[in-house]
Nanobody, 121 residues
Framework: QVQLVESGGGLVQAGDSLRLSCTAS????????MGWFRQAPGKDREFVAA???????TIYADSVKGRFTISRDNTNTVYLQMNSLKPEDTALYYC???????????????WGQGTQVTVSS
């Protein structure tokens, strides 16, 4: 059974940093791309960042380029380092896994339950 469990969210002030983690189980982690998406209240889910199967390629949403960094290690975990956080980064953050390194949500097959990030001004 595939499981993705996010952690690391919280309440921070603008300009602070947070590191989100997503631990995967139930499948061969190293064969698949991993992505982070977020959804703010009243808005559609949007792409944040993704990394390919071996960590060699990454893609980012324009809104987070230069502030967020996605990475993965050999312990079935993908990370999202978020620096210089802004109030508009407030959202429920989800990790997802899929076959392809893409920014669209559709190709991602499995999703976690999300971790809340709230940035106060």
């Amino acid at each position: 059974q595939v499981q993705l469990v996010e952690s690391g969210g919280g309440l921070v002030q603008a300009g602070d940093s947070l590191r989100l983690s997503c631990t995967a189980s139930g499948y061969t982690f190293t064969k698949y791309a991993m992505g982070w998406f977020r959804q703010a209240p009243g808005k559609d889910r949007e792409f944040v960042a993704a990394v390919n199967w071996n960590g060699g390629n990454t893609i980012y949403a324009d809104s987070v380029k230069g502030r967020f960094t996605i990475s993965r290690d050999n312990t079935n975990t993908v990370y999202l380092q978020m620096n210089s956080l802004k109030p508009e980064d407030t959202a429920l953050y989800y990790c997802a896994t899929g076959f392809y390194l893409v920014a669209e949500a559709g190709p991602y097959v499995y999703w976690g339950q999300g971790t809340q990030v709230t940035v106060s001004s």
